[in-house]
Structures are given as structure tokens and as C-alpha cells.
């Protein structure tokens, strides 16, 4: 059984920075994707960033790139978002998502496609 334990949401003010991690157990990922969503209430799930543990594929959305940047130690298991100049936009419930399988044809960007989920960390950003 995969278990994901995401960490360090919080309070913080606009402009500041918050780290995420996200800790993976159960198995080793060694070729598979770990995507960070986000979902603000009222709205929908949106994926944040993605990363293949093999390194060879790394996306960030537009919302958030230049500010945002998604990591990984693989000797950890564990995955980060590093979260700077954050904006009230920001806000919402992080979460992490760990698909098992990398494949180019898979669109990573969709929750769907992923295996299994943490339980969502609270972000807040005051203005």
C-alpha cells in the first residue's frame, strides 16, 4: 500500500515562501511521475507541477512558473514544492499525487492519471 504524507502548508503573507513535501512510502518510485494539484474552494482541482522521478520530464504551470519549483530526493522518497512570491491566488488545499508508470503518451497534467493521493495540505496567503 502507497501512503503520501504532505507537510509544511500554512499562514504565510503575500510575497512570502512556503517549502511542501511530500513524503512517499509503500514502495520505491523510481519510474513514476509525482504531480503537486491544488484546489481553492468554489473551484476546481488544478495540477500545480510535475516531475518524473527519472528527471526527464518537469512541468510547471503557467500560474506558477518563475515562482514555484517542484523537486525531488529520490533517497528520501519525498518530493517538494518550493513556493516563493506567493500571491493570494495561491490559496487553496495542496496536494500530492503519485502515478506509478511514466509514459510521453500520458498527459500528467490530468489528476485522473495519477494512482494515489495525499490527504492535502491547507495553504493560505494573506494580502
Known amino acids: 500500500q502507497v501512503q503520501l504524507v504532505e507537510s509544511g502548508g500554512g499562514l504565510v503573507q503575500a510575497g512570502g515562501s512556503l517549502r511542501l513535501s511530500c513524503a512517499a512510502s509503500?514502495?520505491?518510485?523510481?519510474?513514476?511521475?509525482m504531480g503537486w494539484f491544488r484546489q481553492a474552494p468554489g473551484k476546481e482541482r488544478e495540477v500545480v507541477a510535475t516531475m518524473a522521478w527519472s528527471g526527464s520530464m518537469t512541468y510547471e504551470s503557467p500560474s506558477v512558473k518563475g515562482r514555484f519549483t517542484i523537486s525531488r530526493d529520490n533517497a528520501k522518497n519525498t518530493v517538494y514544492l518550493q513556493m516563493n512570491i506567493m500571491k493570494p491566488e495561491d490559496t487553496a488545499v495542496y496536494y500530492c499525487?503519485?502515478?506509478?508508470?511514466?509514459?510521453?503518451?500520458?498527459?500528467?497534467?490530468?489528476?485522473?492519471?495519477?494512482?494515489?493521493w495525499g490527504q492535502g495540505t491547507q495553504v493560505t496567503v494573506s494580502s
Open positions: 509503500g514502495r520505491t518510485f523510481s519510474s513514476g511521475v
Open positions: 499525487a503519485a502515478a506509478m508508470a511514466y509514459s510521453p503518451r500520458v498527459d500528467f497534467k490530468r489528476g485522473g492519471n495519477y494512482d494515489y
